[in-house]
């Protein structure tokens, strides 16, 4: 896992927006996942041409949300920009608990 980064908000244009919420999930939902500390981890598949990280976590409502993002910095900040948001499915979510149990023991 990657260390803790300080960051100073989101990184959102037209299409990251439109590309997030092609699958139901909200602006405020990805934001406030990443304010509830998600589990994240490099995504070694589509770090060809930035680092590209992944989170993932509940939210609110307690939906387990999955969000690829990257880190780019923007007018002397480092910002968040969701690449892309989803729910997970279920066997994704049966894994995510078992990994998130076993961190807890």
Not at 15 to 25: D, F, W
Not at 60 to 86: C, D, H, N, Q, Y
């Amino acid at each position: 896992m990657k260390s803790p980064t300080i960051v100073g908000g989101f990184d959102w244009d037209a299409g990251n927006l439109v590309h997030c919420g092609e699958h139901g999930v909200t602006k405020a939902e990805i934001e406030a996942l990443f304010r509830s500390h998600p589990a994240v981890a490099p995504d070694m598949r589509h770090s060809a041409a930035e680092d590209r990280l992944l989170a993932v976590g509940r939210t609110a409502a307690g939906r387990a949300l999955f969000v690829a993002f990257t880190l780019r910095e923007k007018t002397g900040k480092r910002l968040i920009r969701p690449v892309s948001a989803r729910y997970m499915h279920e066997k994704e979510i049966e894994a995510y608990e078992k990994k998130s149990s076993q961190a807890e023991e």
